[in-house]
């Protein structure tokens, strides 16, 4: 049965105010709640975290265009006495002739000045009479709220009684709700277990959805600091005595900040949750609950899902009205795809006389096996006509929009998968990543920090010309696909918007979170065995006295590798200035630094790695079926440079310092979270003895992506050479195979699935 049929335990809004509101929440806890300005305050005092307050505004004649100049580049306005979210602008930083917002519009002086008249005129005052106009902190959200959405912020309403968080929710902006978490505006709420505190599943207005639009699940999200919020909203009902509460609230990266307590708070946390609140609020009622502590432990006892009967809110599938289905047939070996039509009146399921072969149909619906007594009978548009009446396994949702390609046959599943690679491909073609990260102005700059030691760079970075809203649309609506490979797919579906997002960052406040979204943090325990690693190895690691080569000569080696393999297709392009004094592309070249010179072991360490390692991969990658195979899975670049650098320590060369530098990177990024480029510059050169142009190159790698070095932050790129050759040790520790790694560019990860494909080629091109 829907939730929307049930009518036992669902609490109707006029027994809210009834029973619960004029019974527990007193006229002055009310009026308490309406107070922003004055619960910010309270909360504040008693320790309990809430957005810093800026300004308030509660005269016209405050409002001079020089009081709009000395505000912060990000704050928001907001009514004291709203509701419902009305009145609030988010202002997410400035630019030349005014502000943007948080859904990237632009925002002038006069229009700010209207939305404050309009706020102290008491336009969205909850009683319409004069208000005060607030101006606080704009808080970012946590940076695991990136996979459900890259718009606004995310907040969670939890509804407290008797001390006793009773159901919780996720507001979460779309690009349709403007980056605004309002329901009404198009923003998806979903439920939470009060258990896990992950998600349950998802809402739109009164539609259930199982996605987010970007295409991540609404189910199984862990919302962060989790017991905290618990702890939170039920100290906040013990301080205030509000006895009927609602409490939103956010989760930045530093922890829990309190939006606002509400003493009426809305019912479609019931939708969102598909439970009755109700049902739980009468559990409860009784009990003598004597600390907020207490209150939390009988929550977690008896709201989570593992102890909660579902009964009627088990989680179900949820079809369409026009619904693809499988039918299996006597002595048919593959089931046959057909369009069933849902009819909530019917009393008969009826079947086109083509497809009919007794009174009894077994289909296969959403992955359910159902066998259902059927007639023959002329259906128009469709195959099947089945009675909702024997579905009572499925949610009926009359808005879904269901594609008749989910039920395909095994032909068609190839061809959309290939397909799917296609669109990946493309994309993933289109985004240089690094051409968007390194900066332009690296030799000025440089020449700028090594005449006044104690300057930060300023880096400039090339404009993106790419249609990023267009690439991250077509990522979100790419099909799903009943195949293996969907899995690899998907992921690396994910891991683009990340990158996308993460070029719209480049040189401003965001771009650190991005680039861990992208390639991972470095945790403290990781710095340590950077740091470890350095200790043992440097007093043994003896240093690169082999002969120096010229670009010249570097090239004449790397031509004759090329053609010891066969490989004779691979070009080698000179640049004027790049980071790094070697480059493997996608296009068969390999870039060189114009003046580079190479020590001899260093050139063959090089050959290994560059070609022996990314230029294999690449060409064994091209066998393959699929194209993703040559351009990378999702995290293959962890593997692949790891594996680079095990191929080099596998010479048992002296390199000297190249042996010791992917673990100082990690040291680099680890500290530019922290230190500014010159300040980590000078740490780096005293404390490991570095030559000026090492020290150097550490820093750009883990500043480049910021426009003022000076500032605390790093990107985490790099990371990947020590780390990811970790990995490969382990690998092979395992017993792993090596030759399996090197026949695609794939992440350990993905060898478990491609290996079942019956087609999978083995690597042609392997060091000998």
């Known amino acids: 049965m829907s939730f929307f049929q049930i009518r036992s335990g669902i609490l109707g809004m006029n027994a809210r105010n009834l029973q619960y509101i004029r019974r527990y929440n007193s006229a002055a806890s009310k009026q308490f709640a309406d107070d922003k300005l004055f619960t910010k305050q309270f909360l504040n005092s008693r320790g309990i975290g809430a957005a810093k307050l800026f300004h308030v505004a509660s005269h016209y004649s405050q409002l001079t265009p020089e009081f709009?100049?000395?505000?912060?580049?990000?704050?928001?306005?907001?009514?004291?006495?709203?509701?419902?979210?009305?009145?609030?602008?988010?202002?997410?930083?400035?630019?030349?002739?005014?502000?943007?917002?948080?859904?990237?519009?632009?925002?002038?002086?006069?229009?700010?000045?209207?939305?404050?008249?309009?706020?102290?005129?008491?336009?969205?005052?909850?009683?319409?009479?004069?208000?005060?106009?607030?101006?606080?902190?704009?808080?970012?959200?946590?940076?695991?709220?990136?996979?459900?959405?890259?718009?606004?912020?995310?907040?969670?309403?939890?509804?407290?009684?008797?001390?006793?968080?009773?159901?919780?929710?996720?507001?979460?902006?779309?690009?349709?709700?403007?980056?605004?978490?309002?329901?009404?505006?198009?923003?998806?709420?979903?439920?939470?277990?009060?258990?896990?505190?992950?998600?349950?599943?998802?809402?739109?207005?009164?539609?259930?959805?199982?996605?987010?639009?970007?295409?991540?699940?609404?189910?199984?999200?862990?919302?962060?600091?989790?017991?905290?919020?618990?702890?939170?909203?039920?100290?906040?009902?013990?301080?205030?005595?509000?006895?009927?509460?609602?409490?939103?609230?956010?989760?930045?990266?530093?922890?829990?900040?309190?939006?606002?307590?509400?003493?009426?708070?809305?019912?479609?946390?019931?939708?969102?949750?598909?439970?009755?609140?109700?049902?739980?609020?009468?559990?409860?009622?009784?009990?003598?609950?004597?600390?907020?502590?207490?209150?939390?432990?009988?929550?977690?006892?008896?709201?989570?899902?593992?102890?909660?009967p579902t009964n009627d809110f088990e989680e179900k599938p949820i079809i369409g009205v026009i619904q693809p289905v499988l039918l299996n047939q006597p002595e048919v070996q593959k089931p046959i795809p057909l369009i069933a039509k849902i009819d909530s009146l019917a009393d008969k399921n009826y079947i086109n006389p083509e497809f009919y072969t007794g009174n009894i149909a077994q289909v296969m619906i959403e992955g359910k096996r159902l066998k259902l007594p059927i007639e023959k009978k002329e259906i128009e548009g469709a195959n099947l006509l089945l009675a909702a009446k024997f579905l009572p396994d499925f949610y009926i949702d009359p808005h879904k929009k269901t594609s008749t390609t989910t039920l395909i046959t095994d032909d068609v599943e190839e061809r959309m998968i290939h397909n799917l690679d296609e669109k990946i491909c493309e994309i993933d073609e289109q985004i240089k990543l690094l051409s968007y990260i390194n900066p332009q102005n690296l030799e000025e700059q440089k020449e700028l920090f090594f005449s006044h030691s104690d300057f930060n760079p300023r880096f400039s970075y090339r404009e993106c010309d790419l249609p990023l809203d267009q690439m991250q649309r077509d990522l979100k609506r790419l099909p799903e696909v009943n195949h293996l490979l969907y899995p690899i797919f998907e992921r690396k579906a994910e891991e683009l918007h990340s990158k996308i997002e993460l070029i719209r960052s480049v040189g401003h406040s965001d771009f650190v979170g991005h680039s861990e979204d992208v390639f991972g943090d470095v945790s403290h325990y990781q710095y340590q065995q950077a740091l470890n690693f350095i200790k043992k190895h440097q007093d043994d690691n003896r240093p690169d006295e082999s002969p120096e080569l010229d670009l010249k000569?570097?090239?004449?080696?790397?031509?004759?590798?090329?053609?010891?393999?066969?490989?004779?297709?691979?070009?080698?392009?000179?640049?004027?200035?790049?980071?790094?004094?070697?480059?493997?592309?996608?296009?068969?070249?390999?870039?060189?630094?114009?003046?580079?010179?190479?020590?001899?072991?260093?050139?063959?360490?090089?050959?290994?790695?560059?070609?022996?390692?990314?230029?294999?991969?690449?060409?064994?990658?091209?066998?393959?079926?699929?194209?993703?195979?040559?351009?990378?899975?999702?995290?293959?670049?962890?593997?692949?440079?790891?594996?680079?650098?095990?191929?080099?320590?596998?010479?048992?060369?002296?390199?000297?310092?190249?042996?010791?530098?992917?673990?100082?990177?990690?040291?680099?990024?680890?500290?530019?979270?922290?230190?500014?480029?010159?300040?980590?510059?000078?740490?780096?050169?005293?404390?490991?003895?570095?030559?000026?142009?090492?020290?150097?190159?550490?820093?750009?790698?883990?500043?480049?992506?910021?426009?003022?070095?000076g500032k605390s932050g790093s990107f985490t790129k790099d990371t990947l050479y020590f780390f990811g050759n970790k990995d490969i040790e382990r690998f092979v520790a395992r017993k792993g195979n090596i030759a399996d790694l090197y026949t695609g560019k794939i992440c350990i990860e993905d060898l478990k699935t491609v290996q079942k494909l019956e087609d999978w080629q083995p690597a042609k091109y392997l060091l000998q």
């Not at 002739?97 to 925002?107: D, E, I, M, P, Q």
């Not at 060369?653 to 680099?668: C, N, R």
Request: hydrophobic fraction near 40%; charged fraction near 25%.
């Open 68 to 308: 709009f100049q000395a505000l912060p580049d990000s704050f928001v306005i907001k009514p004291n006495r709203g509701f419902a979210g009305a009145g609030i602008v988010v202002v997410a930083g400035k630019k030349k002739n005014g502000w943007v917002s948080a859904s990237g519009k632009s925002l002038t002086q006069e229009m700010l000045y209207r939305t404050c008249i309009e706020i102290l005129e008491g336009k969205y005052s909850i009683s319409g009479v004069h208000d005060k106009v607030i101006f606080e902190e704009k808080l970012d959200p946590h940076p695991a709220f990136r996979k459900l959405s890259d718009i606004g912020l995310p907040d969670i309403r939890v509804v407290v009684f008797n001390l006793v968080p009773v159901m919780a929710m996720a507001r979460i902006p779309t690009h349709e709700s403007e980056g605004k978490a309002n329901m009404e505006l198009g923003a998806l709420a979903l439920g939470i277990d009060i258990g896990s505190g992950q998600t349950t599943g998802g809402a739109k207005k009164t539609t259930f959805v199982t996605r987010m639009p970007n295409g991540y699940p609404t189910k199984g999200f862990q919302m962060p600091f989790w017991e905290e919020i618990l702890d939170t909203v039920a100290t906040i009902q013990h301080v205030t005595k509000i006895g009927f509460l609602g409490v939103d609230l956010v989760v930045t990266k530093e922890g829990v900040k309190v939006l606002e307590v509400n003493a009426r708070p809305g019912l479609k946390i019931q939708v969102a949750n598909k439970s009755p609140l109700k049902a739980r609020l009468d559990k409860i009622k009784d009990l003598k609950v004597m600390s907020a502590e207490e209150g939390v432990d009988i929550a977690l006892k008896l709201f989570s899902e593992k102890s909660t």
């Open 553 to 709: 000569k570097a090239k004449e080696l790397l031509k004759e590798f090329l053609d010891q393999y066969r490989l004779s297709h691979w070009n080698l392009k000179t640049l004027e200035s790049s980071v790094s004094d070697i480059q493997v592309t996608k296009r068969n070249t390999i870039l060189l630094k114009k003046g580079a010179t190479f020590q001899a072991n260093r050139l063959k360490a090089l050959l290994v790695h560059e070609i022996g390692t990314h230029v294999f991969r690449f060409e064994n990658g091209k066998l393959q079926n699929f194209r993703i195979f040559q351009r990378g899975t999702a995290n293959y670049l962890h593997t692949e440079e790891g594996l680079a650098i095990w191929n080099q320590n596998q010479l048992g060369l002296d390199l000297g310092q190249k042996f010791l530098q992917p673990a100082q990177q990690v040291v680099a990024i680890y500290l530019a979270k922290k230190m500014g480029f010159a300040d980590l510059f000078h740490f780096l050169h005293k404390t490991y003895e570095l030559e000026d142009h090492i020290a150097w190159k550490l820093c750009i790698k883990a500043k480049r992506g910021l426009s003022d070095s």
